[in-house]
């Protein structure tokens, strides 16, 4: 009971040692400059789904509150983002905010499901290349977006670059911006450069008197507290086959840029994060913003950046961020509305300089060119699409390429057994796609009457081959002679088992062997009277 005692109070001697006057400082300035980004990009997401500005900036805050107390890492911000917006479009536009926010609640759903099935694992199936694509990519999306804010109304209904003189005050003042929290984050981490940088940069617009746009040019974004409403949505199978694949892909595109976002922060911060934790949370977060008229959201990584740069390391950051941004909508819209845009655009372009992989660049001729064809590929198609349909293509077209190198690693090293008998001693993978390769190691022909097929260098993985073996015994068999294998891991005489008919060749039972367990792990083994060691194959 003691011991139980002091190991509680030692673990809470440690969370409360993180939170000392200085950190609390740093994670409430941290907050308060995600919280002052949160409010523009919430708004302009929000016209692009053909919404009003309030369901974006409750969706940041509902959104960003519940996952910042609840999600899979501190230091994740989350909200209303552009992906999300641009597969709402089409909903809103066809049937209306209510079917959105119906949807939305499914999203919420759907993700809480993969929470539960623990799906969030999957994640790590994304390779290194893709999330580098996925990176810069995101990185291009940030900066392209910013160019919406250099423009104005032509008054006929579109939007139109902005004149030469106001033009070039902007680019000064967001490069201003830049230039100030650079400078602050050279000198000082007592507090946020980008607040620093957006404070400089009002002051000068107010202190002068220059004409340029603000935040107050875009939308109001005062308002209430979000009130709890049912979707009015009849719940029938119609309406169910126009909520649901929009449910699955925002779900999808939700879960996955979260993700990648938490693996991104974790690898920024050394720390790791818990992927089904985060899927639980998104889920549950989007379900109470789909009954509060939120728009729904997921992890923002421009925002992410902005709160780690800013020194935000604990929950405190971001629920500070959404509350910060509860209380520019309740009472200080007024001040909010008076920062200049171009302020926010320089953060944000200091936000795509550090998002941006620029060691991928530095890199691209050294690693392999299938490598550096995914990132390349990756990055433009989540520029030219979204992040979801990239990702799946970079996993698609990687595993295609691991698939194919594998396919051509297989191969055979021969001996002669002590009776006579010809020895295959295999090295390499042996599933669909390395079947080709495997047939052309043999010659049954050519072969003694005794062939045995030493499987310690190799894995059986799938029904394909199988039956590439159980074709090989049938040639054998058809020229008289007997084919044996030896030296399977216990998963591969598994699926022997269930073939059942389909193999006929006998399985020699050798205890001075050792058994290769799964693919890549460690295990232990007796050295082979061959003397062949350990296969280069299970070496890699």
């Known amino acids: 009971m003691d011991m139980d005692l002091h190991a509680s109070e030692s673990v809470t001697d440690r969370l409360l040692a993180k939170f000392t006057p200085a950190r609390i400082r740093i994670e409430l300035l941290a907050g308060l400059t995600v919280a002052m980004a949160l409010?523009?990009?919430?708004?302009?997401?929000?016209?692009?789904?053909?919404?009003?500005?309030?369901?974006?900036?409750?969706?940041?805050?509902?959104?960003?509150?519940?996952?910042?107390?609840?999600?899979?890492?501190?230091?994740?911000?989350s909200g209303a983002t552009g992906a999300l917006a641009v597969v709402m479009v089409s909903l809103v536009a066809n049937h209306g905010p209510e079917y959105l926010f119906a949807t939305v609640v499914l999203m919420g759903v759907i993700q809480l499901l993969a929470g539960a099935l623990h799906l969030g694992k999957?994640?790590?199936?994304?390779?290194?290349?893709?999330?580098?694509?996925?990176?810069?990519?995101?990185?291009?999306?940030?900066?392209?977006?910013?160019?919406e804010q250099f423009k104005v109304d032509d008054g006929q209904g579109g939007h139109a670059w902005m004149g030469h003189i106001d033009m070039v005050t902007m680019l000064g003042l967001a490069f201003l911006t830049m230039i100030v929290i650079w400078g602050t984050s050279k000198l000082t981490k007592a507090v946020?450069?980008?607040?620093?940088?957006?404070?400089?940069?009002?002051?000068?617009?107010?202190?002068?008197?220059?004409?340029?746009?603000?935040?107050?040019?875009?939308?109001?974004?005062?308002g209430g507290l979000p009130s709890f409403s049912v979707p009015n949505v009849p719940l029938n199978l119609e309406n169910m086959m126009i909520i649901l694949p929009h449910a699955l892909i925002l779900a999808a595109i939700g879960l996955i840029e979260s993700l990648l976002t938490l693996n991104l922060v974790s690898e920024i911060t050394e720390t790791h994060g818990k992927a089904s934790q985060e899927c639980m949370a998104q889920g549950g977060a989007n379900i109470i913003t789909g009954f509060f008229g939120g728009m729904g959201g997921c992890a923002m990584?421009?925002?992410?950046?902005?709160?780690?740069?800013?020194?935000?390391?604990?929950?405190?950051?971001?629920?500070?961020?959404?509350?910060f941004l509860l209380g520019f909508i309740l009472f200080g819209s007024g001040l909010i509305e008076m920062i200049p845009l171009a302020a926010l655009v320089g953060v944000m372009f200091m936000v795509v300089i550090g998002t941006f992989a620029w060691s991928s660049l530095r890199i691209m001729h050294r690693i392999p060119l299938s490598d550096a064809f995914v990132l390349?590929?990756?990055?433009?198609?989540?520029?030219?699409?979204?992040?979801?349909?990239?990702?799946?293509?970079?996993?698609?077209?990687?595993?295609?390429?691991?698939?194919?190198?594998?396919?051509?690693?297989?191969?055979?090293?021969?001996?002669?057994?002590?009776?006579?008998?010809?020895?295959?001693?295999?090295?390499?993978?042996?599933?669909?796609?390395?079947?080709e390769s495997f047939n052309a190691l043999f010659k049954p022909r050519e072969d003694p009457d005794e062939v045995i097929i030493d499987f310690f260098g190799t894995r059986v993985f799938d029904t394909s081959a199988l039956q590439a073996i159980d074709s090989l015994a049938e040639k054998?068999?058809?020229?008289?002679?007997?084919?044996?294998?030896?030296?399977?891991?216990?998963?591969?005489?598994?699926?022997?088992?269930k073939a059942g008919n389909l193999m006929e060749v006998n399985v020699?039972?050798?205890?001075?062997?050792?058994?290769?367990?799964d693919y890549g792990a460690r295990f232990d083994y007796e050295k082979p009277k061959s003397n062949r060691g350990i296969s280069n194959f299970w070496k890699r």
């Open 39 to 77: 409010v523009p990009e919430a708004v302009a997401f929000a016209f692009v789904a053909g919404l009003e500005p309030l369901s974006g900036l409750y969706a940041a805050f509902i959104v960003g509150l519940i996952t910042a107390v609840f999600g899979g890492r501190p230091g994740m911000i």
């Open 192 to 222: 946020p450069a980008p607040l620093v940088g957006i404070l400089v940069t009002t002051g000068v617009v107010i202190g002068f008197g220059l004409d340029v746009r603000n935040v107050g040019d875009m939308a109001s974004i005062a």
């Open 301 to 323: 990584i421009g925002q992410s950046m902005i709160n780690v740069e800013s020194g935000g390391r604990t929950r405190m950051a971001g629920i500070s961020a959404a509350l």
């Open 476 to 497: 054998y068999k058809r020229q008289g002679k007997n084919l044996r294998l030896r030296h399977l891991s216990p998963d591969c005489q598994e699926l022997l088992a």
């Open 122 to 147: 999957f994640i790590r199936l994304v390779p290194y290349p893709v999330m580098l694509g996925f990176v810069n990519g995101l990185a291009i999306v940030i900066f392209m977006a910013q160019f």
């Open 376 to 435: 390349v590929l990756v990055s433009a198609v989540t520029v030219v699409t979204d992040l979801a349909i990239a990702v799946v293509v970079g996993v698609v077209v990687s595993t295609l390429v691991l698939a194919w190198k594998s396919s051509q690693s297989i191969h055979t090293r021969v001996e002669t057994g002590d009776n006579g008998e010809k020895i295959y001693l295999l090295d390499g993978p042996l599933f669909f796609a390395s079947i």
């Open 508 to 517: 020699i039972d050798d205890p001075q062997y050792g058994v290769a367990v």
